[in-house]
């Protein structure tokens, strides 16, 4: 398998990455064998240097470094909140057109995380803004309790880096991404997945917007929509 090349150049990479794929190895998936950091250094024949994290069943744009001094610049660049984030997503009900979600987020930690034993610490500052694109409403039941169930697609910017920040977000306005596990409802998720044959997280990286990590000029790296989420949306 090998993942579509976005851009690149001497300092940078940028990669579709689909759904289902981890970026690295990862202790709460032992048994995965397939990561996205391997299969482009495979692909390119040398190494490369993480910069970034999407969730396992985020598909879109996913960057990698090609010396050290890019992949730590690139590092640098997300944590110091330059890198405009767009994301794409379909959600449960109607939410307003366009609007801000400021709720602070706790940190979260993997099982496995050495730090998940950790006394918690408060909650973090988090934003996000975002915008509807188009409404749906389908000729299907959920509960029994409505004899159509409404579906958004929405255009989503974090201004900030929590840990599973636009998920975490859209439950907290009752407008939960389809196919999240974690933080959806899973008789929406069941019921989407067998009326629409599409069964994955319903959230893309659609455009990432930063400083080249060496000239510092502007870089804007697009991906389009996976097949399966294409599916979904249409």
Do not use: C
Not at 37 to 51: F, I, K, S
Not at 130 to 136: C, H, K, M, V
Not at 144 to 172: C, D, I, N, S, V
């Amino acid at each position: 398998m090998m993942l579509p090349v976005l851009y690149q150049d001497h300092h940078l990479v940028a990669v579709h990455k689909p759904s289902g794929l981890l970026v690295h190895r990862s202790p709460i998936d032992r048994h995965e064998t397939r990561f996205a950091l391997q299969m482009v250094r495979d692909q390119l024949g040398q190494t490369v240097y993480a910069a970034h994290r999407l969730d396992k069943g985020t598909s879109g744009v996913l960057v990698f470094g090609l010396t050290p001094e890019a992949g730590r610049a690139l590092s640098q660049t997300f944590e110091t909140q330059q890198a405009r984030k767009t994301y794409l997503a379909i959600v449960r009900g109607h939410p307003l057109g366009e609007g801000r979600i400021d709720h602070a987020l706790s940190r979260q930690h993997d099982d496995h995380d050495p730090g998940a034993g950790r006394v918690p610490t408060a909650p973090q500052p988090a934003l996000t803004l975002y915008r509807r694109l188009a409404i749906a409403e389908m000729p299907w039941t959920v509960d029994g309790r409505y004899p159509t169930t409404r579906y958004a697609l929405m255009a989503l910017h974090p201004e900030t880096g929590r840990r599973h920040q636009l998920r975490r977000h859209m439950k907290h306005i009752a407008h939960p991404i389809i196919g999240d596990a974690t933080h959806g409802k899973g008789v929406h998720n069941r019921v989407f997945a067998r009326e629409t044959g599409v069964q994955r997280l319903l959230l893309a990286a659609v455009e990432l917007a930063l400083p080249h990590p060496v000239t510092g000029a502007p870089l804007v790296l697009t991906a389009p929509l996976a097949e399966d989420f294409m599916q979904a949306a249409t």
